[in-house]
């Protein structure tokens, strides 16, 4: 089927189920009153019985410094019925939850507390799609939606302090899918990554609820407070200079260990990204170097002596360091045996050739570190 041939129709039918004041711009959709973007992108359109349809949503909205993907999917007698469907979606429940965002409609307020620095948020929820064959199981559907509005809020409060990030906005996605009332699948993710807590938590409440066929979805939006928000200081250009200039530094240092560290603190005067430089790249290199591992996502931290719990992904540096890693190495900028000698200084490298099943890093930091 010609879906290049639907696309004007798709950004037409997009247009017109938007209540805000908008306009058709480069193939996107743009709401003027807020400055937001919204790309999309038809990737199915088959048809056999009926039309199976499937649209890729990118939301570019002031404040969130991610880009907000969603899907929508829908069924229908014919093509134009099955993208309406699909937009309308996307629309009822991600679209009107970032206007009630930046309206600054919340519903919760949360705090949260990371390596000891308190962090305080507020909650706003997107209305919830709801899509079920027993809609007669009254008990089920009261509990669900209408005397529970905050339904999926309730699953996770009491985790959802323990994995939010340091960022200014986190974007959460929570989808759930029940099918014949045995296969369970959870669809949730944080900033558009995939979040293995929460998918384990919804789908274990849902073993509890009895549906033949069941599928939830909502956004939550989690804006952290300008008393505990501090603005990230680098950019992406400058992590990937600081992690190519430390690893350089690394092999001219021959394990000079002070040789490495006076040399080091000559090129970034940041103390702070200097400890996460060091902690993390060993690290991402072992994980690279042992991809059919599962290496936890949970860290445990030690600043000063104290112990901490946390993820990886609520240190706002370690994806930037990451890729900025995998990157230089993938352009061969160093020796060939660097790679192997930063897998060895990972805190977790004995563990992996004793082959223990505990494969949660550990990170250590001195009393002079703060969180960026």
């Known amino acids: 089927m010609n879906i290049k041939g639907y696309k004007e129709y798709l950004l037409n039918i997009l247009s017109l189920s938007i209540d805000e004041n908008n306009k058709i711009e480069n193939d996107s959709i743009r709401i003027l009153t807020y400055n937001i973007t919204i790309q999309s992108k038809i990737i199915q359109l088959e048809k056999n019985n009926s039309v199976i349809c499937t649209i890729y949503f990118y939301t570019q909205a002031p404040i969130i410094e991610n880009i907000i993907f969603d899907y929508s999917s829908s069924i229908a007698t014919d093509e134009y019925k099955a993208i309406e469907l699909a937009c309308n979606s996307f629309v009822f429940c991600t679209f009107n939850g970032i206007i009630s965002f930046l309206k600054g409609v919340y519903q ?45 809020w309730n699953i996770i409060k009491k985790d959802i302090k323990d994995i939010i990030t340091n960022d200014r906005v986190n974007c959460i996605k929570l989808s759930i899918t029940k099918v ?171 563990k992996v050739n004793n082959i223990d099943e505990n494969f949660t890093a550990t990170f250590y930091f001195s009393d002079r570190y703060e969180l960026i």
Request: charge should be negative; hydrophobic fraction near 35%.
């Open 180 to 350: 014949f009332n045995e296969t369970i699948v959870a669809d949730c993710s944080i900033n558009n990554v995939d979040n293995a807590v929460l998918n384990s938590i919804l789908e274990e409440r849902f073993k509890q609820i009895n549906y033949d066929f069941l599928y939830i979805k909502q956004f939550l939006f989690i804006l952290q407070d300008d008393s505990t928000y501090k603005k990230y200081p680098y950019s992406k250009e400058e992590i990937e200079y600081f992690v190519i200039e430390t690893i350089l530094e690394f092999e001219n240092s021959n394990n000079h260990y002070d040789t490495y560290i006076k040399n080091i603190n000559g090129i970034i005067t940041d103390n702070n990204i200097i400890e996460e430089m060091m902690n993390f790249i060993p690290n991402i290199c072992l994980e690279n170097a042992f991809p059919n591992i599962i290496f936890s996502d949970k860290v445990n931290v030690y600043v000063s002596g104290e112990k901490y719990s946390m993820y990886k992904n609520q240190f706002r540096s370690y994806k930037l360091i990451e890729d900025a890693v995998i990157d230089s190495f993938s352009n061969k900028i160093f020796k060939s045996d660097t790679f192997d000698k930063l897998v060895k200084m990972s805190s977790l490298y004995n």
């Open 108 to 152: 919760h307020d949360l705090i949260s507390y990371i390596l000891n620095y308190k962090k305080i948020y507020t909650v706003s929820e997107s209305p919830i799609i709801s899509l079920t064959n027993e809609y007669n199981n009254v008990d089920n559907y009261d509990i669900i939606l209408e005397r529970n509005p905050n339904f999926l």
